[in-house]
């Protein structure tokens, strides 16, 4: 069984904190993902990586960046956290290749204040 | 600019009913449509669609991929409290391998 880890369920920070969202995934897949849900507006991709060291941005990049120095390991970096990035924080992988599902972490809940 | 539209966005059934959850795309080089359910947590993948399958079947559930018409439905018959969940559909297309657009989502409930 694929499993995707999130290094925390729920996240209190305050306005202008660093935040630093983990995730790992076991199945050593290639691509990973970061998204947002929010209500209404469904999964935003925010940035994802093809493999170790590459990343592209997503829809929704601004205020956000990442870093994947392994394979298993991808992280979401909030520079200066905001009020409107409060949210739920999904991250996601996939085996590399034309069709293949992505496999989801539980999610972070992140409340900025 | 990649497009993925769910209806209705909200259902409200009883058990033993049969919906039908709907979704329509706009997609550069369509390779894929996917069903996922989200209960309180992570989104699990239900069924993937492609060119060359177009239609799923697992117990209950069921989809099916018009490429004519740029759209998928997905049914669920004889409907139980479990089913309530947000069901979301996504398409894989466009240049990179991989990503995938996602729609609003489908909030559906089940009552007794």
């Known amino acids: 069984d694929v499993k995707v880890t999130q290094s925390s369920r729920y996240l209190v920070k305050r306005t202008g904190e660093k935040v630093f969202l983990e995730c790992v995934q076991d199945?050593?897949?290639?691509?990973m993902f970061w998204y947002r849900q929010d209500p209404g507006l469904g999964l935003r991709l925010i940035y994802f990586?093809?493999?170790?060291?590459?990343?592209e941005k997503g829809d929704i990049p601004e205020g956000y960046s990442v870093s994947r120095e392994k394979k298993e390991r991808f992280s979401l970096i909030l520079e200066s956290a905001s009020t409107n990035q409060t949210s739920m924080y999904l991250c996601?992988?996939?085996?590399?290749?034309?069709?293949?599902?992505?496999?989801f972490g539980p999610g972070t809940r992140l409340t900025v204040t | 600019e990649d497009k993925v539209v769910q209806s209705p966005l909200s259902l409200v059934v009883h058990e033993g009913d049969t919906v039908t959850l709907n979704c329509s795309y706009e997609?550069?080089?369509?390779?894929?449509l996917l069903w996922y359910k989200q209960e309180k947590k992570a989104p699990t993948f239900l069924f993937m669609l492609?060119?060359?399958?177009i239609e799923k079947k697992s117990g209950r559930l069921s989809s099916i991929l018009d490429k004519k018409e740029l759209s998928s439905i997905l049914n669920i018959t004889a409907t139980q409290t479990g089913d309530s969940a947000i069901y979301l559909c996504?398409?894989?297309?466009?240049?990179?391998?991989?990503?995938?657009?996602f729609g609003q989502g489908t909030i559906l409930t089940v009552h007794p």
């Open positions: 990586s093809y493999d170790v060291k590459m990343k």
């Open positions: 996504a398409v894989g297309g466009g240049t990179s391998y991989g990503k995938l657009t």
């Open positions: 492609t060119s060359s399958g």
């Open positions: 997609v550069t080089n369509f390779r894929s």
């Open positions: 996601a992988s996939r085996q590399g290749g034309r069709v293949n599902e992505q496999y």
């Open positions: 199945m050593d897949h290639e691509n």
